[in-house]
Each structure stands twice: as C-alpha cells, then as structure tokens.
C-alpha cells in the first residue's frame, strides 16, 4: 500500500473491493488483472446510499454484509428501534445520526429523511440507512430507493433478519408447521394516517391454516381484533405479543388471541412488539399455561404467563 501511494479513502476502498471479491470468490487466485480492477480510478466525489437491516436487535444476526456496509461507511442515519449494540460495530469514524421513526410519537418527517440522506450522498459521502428489522419489511425502503434514483445516487440494499422470523427463532415455534400453516402472512396495524389499515383482508386473517405476523399493532390491537373476530377468526386461536424480540429485555405474552389486547393492556410492553397469531403457537400457549417449576429455565425469564 506504500509504494501505491493512495490517499486515505483510496487505501479503504482498496481493501472494500478486496474484501468483496475475497468473500465472493474465496478460491480464486489473484492475478495481475485482478490489482488493475481493484485499483481503477473512483470518483472521489461519488456518494452511495445502503439501506442496511440490523435485524430485530441481537447484534450477532446481523449479516456479514451488513457487517461490511457499517465498516465502509462514512454517514449512519439509523432509527430508534435499532439495538444501540448493533452500532458498536460500525466504523469507529463513522458519524452516527438518530432519524428516528416511531409510531404515534414525534420523529423525523420521511421527506425529511430522503432529503438529508439524499444530500450526504450528493457531497460524496458513503451513506448507510440502518433499520431494524428487514428494509424491505415495513420499512418504507421503496420511498427511500426512488428518492435515490430521483437524484441519480447509487443505492443497494442489504436484507436482514425481520421480527417475527427472529421471535420465532427464539420461541423455537415454526411458522409453517406442516399440516397447519399452509400460509405465512406479514400485515401491519398501523396505516399511513396512525389508524387501522383499511385495506386489511379480514378473511385471510381468520383462515385457520395461515398464521399472521402483525407488526406495529401496540395502539390498534384491540381493534384489529374485534373485528378479526366479527369477520370469523376463531376467539380461541392461539396467539403472542413479543417485545424487544431477541434482546435481553425480551418479553413475551402469550393468551388467546380474544384474550390478548386486555393482557398487553394491563402489562404495557416497552420497545418494538410484534404480535403472531395462529394456530402453530397451540403448544406454546400450553407451555406457558403451566406451573412455572415446569418451564425451562431460559424461556422463564422471557415469559410473561
């Protein structure tokens, strides 16, 4: 790196490419070629935008590519539901910007976010937009990548862990258990004006064999519920609320879903939540049922009975 005598960024988007080609292709033999690509002229002017998925909060699901994308980064605008342990591996020059997001509470305006975002990448800057969850999740990615385009910034998604996959992980529950999942549905409680989506397909969400994954339902749970249950879902599926799904604070309610608003009433949850209904959730609620002496050690300290 001496004798090439590149400057700083030079140097670091040397060892980027590298890094990308080496995990890309870990058996391949570089070459003359190979220094030529890596060392090709950039545009030092050249700013880019990467929405990045933290995952719902343990830092150790995060991707190695997302690893890679909070290593190159110039800028972060990250939001609230981001872990705060997912930033301690971000690059330590990194300027780290809170953009927060969250529902029924003041928070950055989205046109807001896409013009801050946009103008960073104008003035050259490596920007990634870190979420939690899954970007392309309830994430309003596809706002974020037009403002992009619009600008003619280059932009790139890098996919994460969403909740419910990441609570279920943790509850040791399959989503489409054989037999009585035949469907996996993501659906949101909250709409674009704070209320209940009115677009919700009641039907889908009372079909025996589909289990749904709300997310945002904290404000508009009793709601969807009461008329879940008007237009046939069963008062007696089973159901949980989990909170702050794989961090140490996790929490999780589990009743019958007629059951389940008056419980996250009476026992407010702090940080995201993500509600799960659905008939693969039966053995899970009559776990917790049970005596607490009979419950494994670990799941004691996340359940809430």
């Keep these: 790196m001496k004798e090439l005598a590149l400057p700083f960024r030079g140097r670091r988007t040397f060892w980027e490419r590298f890094t990308a080609r080496a995990i890309a292709a870990p058996d391949h033999v570089p070459n003359e070629t190979d220094l030529d690509s890596l060392l090709a002229p950039q545009r030092l002017d050249a700013g880019s935008v990467t929405l990045v998925g933290a995952g719902p909060g343990d830092p150790e699901l995060l991707t190695l590519r997302a690893l890679r994308a909070l290593q190159s980064a110039d800028v972060i605008l990250f939001d609230d539901l981001v872990s705060a342990d997912i930033l301690d591996f971000a ?94 549905q993501y659906i949101t409680g909250h709409g674009r004006h704070g209320g209940l989506p009115a677009d919700i397909d009641w039907t889908s969400i009372a079909d025996p064999n589909a289990t749904t994954a709300v997310y945002m339902p904290t404000r ?3 709601e969807l519920v009461a008329v879940a ?23 999780v309610i589990a009743a019958r879903i007629a059951d389940l608003p008056a419980r996250l009433a009476a026992e407010p949850a702090t940080g995201p939540v993500v509600v799960m209904i659905g008939s693969v959730f039966a053995d899970y609620l009559e776990m917790a049922a049970k005596p607490a002496t009979s419950i494994d050690e670990t799941t004691q300290t996340r359940l809430v009975r």
Aim: glycine share 8%; net charge positive; charged share 30%.
């Design 91 to 184: 690059r330590r020059e990194a300027k780290k910007m809170l953009v927060g997001k969250t529902g029924h509470a003041p928070s950055c305006r989205q046109n807001d976010i896409n013009d801050l975002m946009v103008s960073l990448a104008k003035a050259g800057r490596c920007v990634v937009r870190l979420k939690g969850g899954d970007p392309m999740v309830f994430g309003r990615a596809d706002e974020e990548i037009a403002a992009c385009r619009a600008a003619g910034i280059a932009v790139d998604v890098v996919p994460g862990v969403t909740t419910a996959q990441g609570a279920a992980a943790r509850l040791l529950v399959s989503l489409t258990r054989r037999q009585e999942a035949r469907r996996l």
């Design 220 to 222: 508009t749970l009793p």
């Design 229 to 251: 249950l008007k237009r046939g879902l069963d008062p007696a599926t089973p159901a949980v609320a989990v909170a702050s799904a794989t961090r140490p604070d996790e929490r």
